[in-house]
């Protein structure tokens, strides 16, 4: 439930970009959530519309785009995506890998009129 | 006509910020500070009672607790010898943020502590997310709790600096494989330090005050 504030957070940044650009009206907001970075988008829609109430931001469609999580070992380089139940390398069992992909969380863009 | 503004900004960026002036205001103090994150019952607030004593006459500790309501943790390090205890009840909340911080920090005199160890609310998700402005992040994780946490709650393992195993104690009595449970760790967050205690039997208690120690003098 930590969406709440987490969305909080979003409607500010989208407000003080748009107000910047002298905007009338936040269209849209393009967010970009990694697998990794535990984020409801769901949740973050149904707080959205409580919240972005009485803004300019109030008809703003959340557009979320989601990164699948990827990665890469560090003994044989391959690169893969993490099972529910796996993490380790599939092709050669190795524990050691890098995370090339899935933590992202952030505002990409905002649509204005 | 519509217009798209580029912005690319971490959405916790207002938190993040908040967490830097409290940093800067514990660096300013010349205290050390920890934040523990664990599940209910992983015995976050059992392993700051069991440590209190051993830091004795070696640091000076303030501790702020975390919970949705109660002062029951506060009230359990101030027994166990705590110099000053903080209760922050968040009404609902499941995790501590910055301003919840920034709030009691301005309620403790941190000139007069070498250590600061902030609990956090009993959860494995949320309060990965919240950065507080301490130093180093501890996850407590207990054997009941099983062995597929890493793989469950990745977030949360790849963000800490230091691991706590504990209730070492029940590995006979319970299906934890160890090996399974390490090979998550290591893929997400192979320079944890680790630490495996039992707040039962004391086992590995002293090697965990002894790094807190380290860390407070440097």
């Known amino acids: 439930m930590h969406e709440l504030p987490v969305t909080q957070s979003l409607l500010k ?6 107000e910047k650009a002298d905007a009338k009206q936040i269209t849209a907001l393009n967010i970009v959530i990694g697998e990794l970075a535990s984020m409801v988008d769901d949740s973050i829609q149904f707080y959205w519309e409580v919240i972005a109430k009485d803004t300019i931001a109030e008809k703003a469609t959340l557009n979320f785009r989601r990164v699948p999580a990827e990665l890469q070992c560090m003994t044989c380089f391959h690169k893969y995506h993490p099972t529910d139940k796996e993490l380790i390398c599939p092709q050669c069992k190795g524990v050691g890998a890098k995370i090339i992909a899935g933590e992202e969380f952030a505002l990409e863009s905002i649509d204005v009129e | 006509m519509t217009q798209n503004i580029p912005i690319v900004e971490n959405i916790l960026n207002a938190n993040d910020r908040l967490a830097q002036t409290n940093r800067a205001k ?6 050390f ?37 109660t002062s029951i943790d ?13 209760q922050i009840n968040t009404g609902g909340d499941c995790h501590l943020d910055a301003v919840m911080l920034h709030g009691a920090l301005d309620q403790l005199d941190l000139t007069q502590f070498d250590l600061l160890i902030v609990e956090n609310v009993g959860n494995l998700v949320c309060p990965a997310n919240f950065k507080l402005g301490t130093h180093k992040t501890v996850l407590v994780a207990s054997i009941p709790e099983g062995d597929d946490k890493p793989y469950k709650y990745p977030g949360t393992y790849r963000g800490v600096d230091v691991l706590v195993v504990n209730k ?32 039962r039997t004391g086992e590995g208690l002293q090697a965990w005050a002894d790094w807190l120690v380290e860390n407070a003098k440097k």
């Open chain 1, 13 to 18: 940044i989208a407000l003080d970009h748009a």
């Open chain 2, 26 to 31: 514990i660096d300013a103090a010349g205290v």
């Open chain 2, 33 to 69: 500070s920890i934040n523990i994150l664990a599940s209910p019952g992983a015995g976050k607030t059992s392993l700051i009672e069991k440590t209190l004593p051993l830091l004795k006459g070696r640091l000076r500790v303030a501790a702020i607790d975390g919970d949705i309501a």
């Open chain 2, 74 to 86: 506060s009230d359990r390090a101030a027994a166990a010898g705590a110099g000053a205890a903080v």
């Open chain 2, 168 to 199: 070492i104690d029940l590995l006979p009595y319970v299906d934890f494989r160890m090996d399974y449970f390490q090979q998550g760790v290591q893929v997400l967050n192979p320079n944890v330090t680790t630490f495996h205690t039992s707040c």
